[in-house]
């Protein structure tokens, strides 16, 4: 898009909607940064106005947050965030609790729960927004996962954690897992729902193959900040041609 046709887009948008991915340098080993690209884009196909903002450790913290995305980090990374993480917690809760929407994929999606113990026994505490834990095991979780969820029909992703996440009784599941393993090898579980949260374990990265979600972040944050959604006509052609693809993968 050329200045004069983003000076043409801006001038007949329905507003601005700010996103901000939350630790990209520590928490973006899996692709997780395509996850605020598709959003960027579809909020843009919608006639709103994208803005994309980072938070890394230490960065002051944006103001009218729209949308979080956070995605995954080796445990070394958690450690790096883990400190930053707890001196934003009132902000992040506070943002939650206002039904702002939010994507929280692998090591965020733990670090937002109670706990993560690793596999040596260390504890990184967590903000406590989800009522999940999650502890280090010696068996890794890897391959093509399907979810079947009653939000967004079936989603479609890759896994690979060795954290094993269980579900406390102040969240729901995103949904069941009739192909690969989902939060932890025993209850058939995926992800996790709370207020306007997707948590996930699903990379790959998740919102390319499964617009629903983005769609729904989109459409929520809209509501939030305008009052009411009104959507556009986005392009699901290579998403579609994406999952087809996804789907034929063997686990």
Not at 82 to 103: C, F, T, V
Not at 203 to 208: E, I, Q, T
Request: glycine share 12%.
């Amino acid at each position: 898009m050329n200045p004069a046709e983003a000076a043409a887009a801006a001038a007949q948008s329905k507003g601005t909607l700010r996103v901000v991915q939350l630790y990209p340098r520590d928490m973006n080993i899996y692709g997780d940064w395509g996850n605020a690209l598709v959003l960027q884009r579809r909020i843009a196909w919608h006639g709103y106005t994208p803005e994309l903002l980072e938070y890394n450790v230490g960065d002051p913290f944006p103001d009218a947050v729209d949308i979080i995305v956070g995605g995954g980090g080796q445990d070394s990374g958690q450690l790096v965030i883990q400190d930053d993480l707890q001196a934003r917690a009132g902000e992040l809760k506070e943002l939650a609790e206002d039904g702002a929407p939010m994507l929280l994929i692998c090591g965020l999606y733990q670090l937002f729960g109670r706990f993560f113990k690793t596999r040596t026994g260390a504890v990184i505490p967590g903000i406590g927004v989800l009522d999940v834990e999650t502890h280090g095991t010696d068996e890794r979780l890897i391959g093509n996962v399907k979810i079947s969820t009653p939000e967004f029909g079936e989603v479609l992703g890759y896994e690979n954690h060795s954290g094993q996440t269980t579900l406390g009784a102040g969240v729901r599941p995103l949904g069941t897992v009739p192909k690969g393993m989902g939060n932890n090898s025993n209850d058939g579980h995926e992800g996790a729902r709370y207020r306007n949260i997707v948590a996930s374990y699903l990379h790959g990265s998740l919102l390319p193959k499964n617009p629903a979600i983005a769609d729904f972040l989109i459409r929520t944050a809209a509501e939030r900040k305008f009052g009411s959604f009104s959507p556009g006509n986005p392009d699901d052609t290579y998403a579609v041609l994406a999952r087809e693809h996804a789907a034929r993968r063997p686990r």
